[in-house]
């Protein structure tokens, strides 16, 4: 079975700080993960996905994430934030034995304080 | 190019009527999936439609149905609706049904049933 755990429902980080989103994931098999953003009112916009190759992804809006399967975690960091950083961030794993259905986390709620 | 496109935006039902939500996805796209977010959670994957054949289908009742045209655009529906039912609705679509193919989002049907 595949999920995906993101610690944390809300973060707040002041203007020009470090955000970190966490996510681990749960898979029988080598997993593909992805970190989506929503903002109010419209759909998700991928920022960045690990299908297998370089542990280290780097997406969109100078958010990057990290691969480690001895921690089976998946953070999102960015190194300064902006206002426009404010949304809803969520993780989702696939198995490559399901397709591509999507499990995602229950999202986190980012908040940048000016 | 145009991105995935739903219709229509908002919609608001009454308890055990029916619904239909359409998809429209990214031209040259043969693959679209259906998600249900309720407020608050992550979006959870109702079915996958690939050149026309069902390829997946989540934990969801009988109530929901959904197909797949020559076009490759999709309908959603819902029979019988409960209150349960009122979320966002996002459909996805992808070139193919592989686990590496990126999906895109569309901006989401927002249901309310009263």
């Known amino acids: 079975a595949q999920s995906v755990t993101q610690l944390g429902s809300h973060v707040s980080v002041s203007e020009g700080a470090l955000v970190l989103l966490r996510c681990n994931y749960s898979?029988?098999?080598?997993?593909?993960l992805f970190w989506y953003v929503q903002y109010p009112n419209q759909g998700l916009q991928l920022l960045l996905k690990?299908?297998?190759?370089?542990?280290l992804v780097k997406g969109i809006n100078d958010f990057e994430a990290e691969f480690k399967k001895s921690e089976t975690s998946f953070h999102l960091t960015k190194p300064s934030a902006h206002m426009s950083d404010a949304a809803e961030y969520f993780c989702?794993?696939?198995?490559?034995?399901?397709?591509?259905?999507?499990?995602f986390g229950t999202g986190t709620s980012l908040t940048v304080i000016p | 190019d145009a991105g995935v496109t739903q219709s229509p935006t908002h919609l608001i039902k009454t308890r055990g009527q029916q619904v239909t939500l359409r998809c429209s996805p990214i031209?040259?796209?043969?693959?679209v999936s259906w998600y249900q977010q309720v407020l608050g959670q992550g979006p959870q994957f109702i079915f996958q439609?690939?050149?026309?054949?069902?390829?997946g289908r989540g934990n969801f009742p009988d109530r929901f149905s959904a197909r797949q045209f020559p076009n490759y655009s999709s309908e959603l529906n819902v029979n019988a609706l409960l209150l349960g039912d009122s979320a966002l609705y996002l459909c996805?679509?992808?070139?193919?049904?592989?686990?590496?193919?990126?999906?895109?989002f569309g901006p989401g049907t927002r249901l309310t049933v009263l």
């Open positions: 690990y299908t297998s190759a370089a542990t």
């Open positions: 898979s029988s098999v080598p997993p593909y």
């Open positions: 031209s040259g796209h043969k693959s």
């Open positions: 989702a794993v696939i198995s490559g034995s399901t397709g591509n259905q999507f499990y």
């Open positions: 996805a679509s992808s070139l193919g049904d592989r686990s590496t193919d990126t999906q895109y």
């Open positions: 439609y690939y050149e026309k054949e069902e390829r």
